[in-house]
């Protein structure tokens, strides 16, 4: 059976659509946990509840998420640390809707934390 195609862009003017996100379940391991120098993977699962279906017409108002990616952390001093990680994240409503087309992103995020006590 070949693909359909689907668009996912508005064909009648401008219409906003309000979300809501948790993810409750997740975790990070990092490697070398006393080094200065932290290679980490990172994993996490939750829903997503919209005004209106998302991302397309007839497919659902609840999406299932879940991400996960690589990272590296450099520890600066003994409260401050710098991040990167790349996360991929897939969004879709696991077939409960008409359609299910998901949604794929792919993002490197820079995090600078610094540790108070």
Partial sequence: MA????PVYNLYGRESTYAASISPVGA????FPRMR???SFETDMGIV???RDM?????????YMFSFGPGIQLF???NTAARLEYVYR???NAGSGELNPGVDQGVFRLTLSKILH
């Fill in 3 to 6: 693909p359909v195609c689907y």
């Fill in 28 to 31: 990070r391991i990092s490697l």
């Fill in 37 to 39: 120098l932290q290679p």
């Fill in 49 to 51: 509840f919209s005004t």
């Fill in 55 to 63: 991302p397309i017409d007839d497919s659902a108002k609840l999406n």
């Fill in 76 to 78: 600066s001093f003994h």
């Fill in 90 to 92: 897939h969004i879709s």
